[in-house]
């Protein structure tokens, strides 16, 4: 089994996010999670990228129980699980170069590493991955002058550069129009199918789960309401699991602006 | 199908840079004579703890501490009163040169030539007030006027005077001008336009700066005691001299407090100004203060005989200035910029390590401790670091370099650990969930955001170094202020008078630079 929950549940801050989750996906299974928004589906995601820490039950995930684990083997796990996220965690300033190639820091020795940054020379393997995504021309520019779309597929980018046996991601596509979604999905089946990774994707668009992926999986309320082959999924599935749903407004803080005043004087 | 490996398009600016950069730093240890290694020498580390022992344990004494709590009310006054002489001499040197209230920016008519003249000239008066640092001011003045805070106050007063004129000028500029102009239309006179269009919109900004420059004031008028005029400063100079390690502790502490004190209460007033009780407040509570500085610094200026007619004899002693030394005064300027160079660099080595627990990355104990030692860093001023360091490592340019370290070590500190928390988090910890080490991930996911931020920073920070390079001299830590200080020392006054010219050539082709460096960055 390349992930295994065993009842799991989480808890943040006193409030139940995600209750007796059992799930298991082969090595090389792909699935998409679908479901309203605030379901849990992130959270579920982050918790098979070991960024959370379960509350209650057991997981496994490529053979190991990650909580179980030294510091050194969890760093060494995690470098063979890769995560998607909605917004491309990239710094604003970075070269894409640098970008795709952070992908590959639990792989490689800290100096190299450093050195670099400062003289990259081993950009073939980038540059792969870059041609991709359809970015090859990028690699020497910086994050903050492309676009949205392409600022996303970078993330992928560095995903493919990784080359992980358990893939995840958090709604890779939401910020694509739909031509690019699509052929971002096809790439990311592609790309696990010829490495044999396995894939748990979670995604807005039923349409798109329906279309690439053999396995559904809806949540609902921080819990799974059903696990079945698409050609099970009925439309009266996806009604049930989306019944009553009201749109919400997501609100972000403004960053905080650091005063120039301090610096005289 | 592997491509070949592309190479850097920007690798070789990149290198020149970095080149340039060493190849300028190199020469400055041995211009300063700074020798980083004898830091890493045991002897040298058990010279200093010996010498920072004779610093304790603090002195108690109930006269000593009467004397700290009389030149502590000094200090205040003097800032104080300094502070609403400038304003007095900033306004309308404001009014007369912004150009918010020419009458060609508000209603189009043909300029002046002569009252463009004038606003030129007078706007040269304000770049020499301004240029002149407040110290080498205040210098002057106690030649002048005698010892005591006459001099302070004159020389705060003066520098500020330019500063503030030149600041206030730019925020009537800053403001939308519609309204001004909207009035002088409607046959408004330029003092209506002022009251009634400009100022209700910038008092907020004018008052804001204000007081953030008479906490500076306060930094500022604490240390000129160095140089005889008045307040806890001239209790520190002495016990400097005396070597009386543990007056020195209590007076750095006093200073602390002080520096603190006057920050707090300009922060609590600045965030006050929004509301409009605090904005009629303010300008009251100032008044009495200034009432209540004069009050108690009166029986001082009295008694010290104050004689305009010295001034003028004492003015006419420095022309012409000496021709003479252009070497002398090369070599000063480049000492001057070594050390500000090389005071900038440590600084920013020692800021980016300190910053890292300043920011809360190794839990809170150390990030308490680390935020304790960079506020001592950069509330001791950089001249009073200078007068310590001259103690340690004796006179000359290396003790500069040591004082600047210091002081630009707690001040970029700061500003980096700022930086590292308004940044975002999120790459770094995707980088860490993809199995990168600390390290990596921080190099990664974080540096490239804070980076940028990091070195304009410190780019303007050297700029304001290169302006205290020239004044560590007077307490014998290099560079031109310590040619000064002994040319007037030794009544040279025409040599005194080219070192200040070069001190305000050095000043303004480093504000114009950085101007222009600003402008091009964007």
């Known amino acids: 089994m390349s992930l295994q929950f065993d009842s799991v549940s989480l808890q943040l801050g006193g409030t139940d996010i995600l209750r007796d989750i ?31 820490r379960p509350s209650h039950g057991n997981l496994n995930l490529l053979g190991d129980n990650p909580w179980h684990l030294s510091p050194r083997w969890l760093a060494g796990l995690r470098s063979r699980i890769g995560m998607i996220y909605q917004a491309a965690p990239l710094p604003a300033r970075q070269r894409v170069v640098h970008a795709v190639a952070a992908g590959r820091l639990g792989q490689m020795s800290g100096w190299s590493a450093l050195r670099q940054l400062l003289w990259p020379d081993d950009t073939a393997a980038i540059l792969d991955n870059l041609q991709r995504v359809a970015l090859a021309d990028k690699l020497w520019q910086r994050c903050d002058q492309l676009s949205g779309g392409q600022r996303q597929r970078v993330g992928i980018a560095r995903v493919l550069h990784q080359r992980p046996a358990l893939m995840l991601a958090d709604e890779p596509v939401a910020a694509l129009d739909p031509r690019l979604a699509d052929d971002t999905i096809r790439l990311l089946c592609e790309e696990a199918s010829t490495h044999q990774s396995t894939l748990l994707v979670s995604l807005h668009s039923v349409e798109l789960a329906l279309a690439y992926f053999p396995r559904i999986i809806g949540v609902r309320d921080g819990q799974i309401m059903f696990d079945l082959p698409r050609e099970q999924v009925h439309p009266g599935v996806v009604s049930a699991l989306y019944a009553g749903e009201r749109l919400r407004e997501p609100a972000e803080p403004p960053a905080p602006a650091a005063s120039r005043q301090d610096l005289r004087c | 199908m592997l491509s070949s490996h592309p190479r850097d398009p920007a690798r070789w600016p990149r290198l020149l840079t970095l080149l340039l950069c060493l190849a300028l730093l190199a020469p400055s240890f041995s211009l300063t004579q700074f020798n980083p290694a004898t830091l890493a020498n045991p002897d040298s580390w058990r010279t200093m703890a010996g010498f920072v022992a004779g610093f304790f344990p603090m002195a108690l004494q109930a006269d000593f501490l009467r004397d700290v709590a009389r030149e502590t009310i000094t200090t205040l006054a003097s800032a104080t009163a300094g502070i609403a002489l400038a304003m007095l001499l900033g306004t309308p040197l404001a009014l007369a040169t912004s150009h918010a209230l020419q009458r060609h920016v508000l209603g189009g008519e043909r300029p002046a030539r002569l009252t463009g003249w004038l606003a030129s000239l007078l706007r040269g008066l304000m770049v ?114 005396m070597l009386n ?3 020195v502790s209590t007076l750095l502490l006093v200073f602390l407090l002080l520096v603190s004190l006057s920050e707090g209460i300009s922060l609590l007033s600045r965030r006050a100004l929004g509301s409009v009780t605090a904005t009629r407040m303010l300008p009251a509570l100032g008044l009495l203060a200034v009432a209540a500085s004069v009050l108690w610094l009166w029986p001082g200026w009295r008694d010290s005989g104050f004689d305009s007619s010295a001034i003028v004899r004492f003015a006419r002693d420095f022309f012409p200035p000496a021709s003479d030394m252009l070497t002398d005064i090369a070599h000063g300027m480049v000492e001057t910029l070594a050390m500000s160079g090389l005071g900038s660099v440590l600084a920013f080595m020692a800021g980016a390590v300190l910053a890292m627990p300043a920011a809360g990355r190794f839990g809170t104990a150390a990030k308490w401790l680390s935020r304790l030692l960079l506020n001592v860093l950069r509330g001791v001023p950089d001249l009073l670091w200078a007068s310590i360091a001259v103690l340690a490592v004796g006179l000359g340019p290396a003790a500069g370099v040591l004082a600047l370290a210091l002081h630009t070590t707690g001040v970029l500190g700061r500003l980096f650990a700022e930086t590292l928390e308004n940044a975002d988090p999120e790459p770094e910890l995707a980088l860490q969930q993809a199995g990168a080490g600390r390290l990596l991930a921080f190099a990664y996911g974080q540096l490239p955001t804070v980076f940028s931020q990091w070195l304009a920073y410190t780019l303007y920070r050297w700029e304001n170094n290169i302006r205290s390079a020239t004044v560590l001299g007077i307490v014998g830590a290099g560079g031109l202020g310590q040619q000064l200080y002994l040319a007037l020392s030794l009544f040279q006054q025409h040599r005194a008078a080219s070192l200040i010219i070069a001190m305000l050539l050095l000043s303004w082709a480093v504000e114009q630079l950085s101007r222009y460096c600003r402008q091009r960055m964007g």
């Open chain 2, 245 to 247: 390690g543990g007056e």
């Open chain 2, 128 to 241: 020499i007030l301004r240029g002149i640092p407040e110290i080498v001011w205040a210098l002057l003045l106690v030649r002048a006027v005698g010892l005591g805070s006459l001099p302070a106050v004159l020389a705060i007063g003066l520098a500020y005077g330019g500063m503030l004129a030149k600041v206030y000028a730019e925020i009537l500029e800053s403001q939308t001008p519609g309204l001004a102009s909207a009035l002088h239309l409607q046959g408004a006179s330029r003092w209506q336009c002022l009251l009634y269009g400009l100022w209700p919109q910038a008092l907020p900004e004018l008052l804001s700066y204000s007081v953030y420059r008479w906490e500076c004031a306060i930094r500022a008028s604490a240390v000129m005691g160095f140089v005889g005029a008045g307040g806890v400063g001239q209790l520190l100079d002495t016990s400097l001299k």
């Open chain 1, 22 to 52: 059992s799930l298991s996906l082969a090595q090389g299974e792909q699935a998409a999670l679908i479901g309203p928004s605030g379901a849990g589906k992130t959270s579920l995601l982050l918790l098979a990228a070991t960024r959370y």
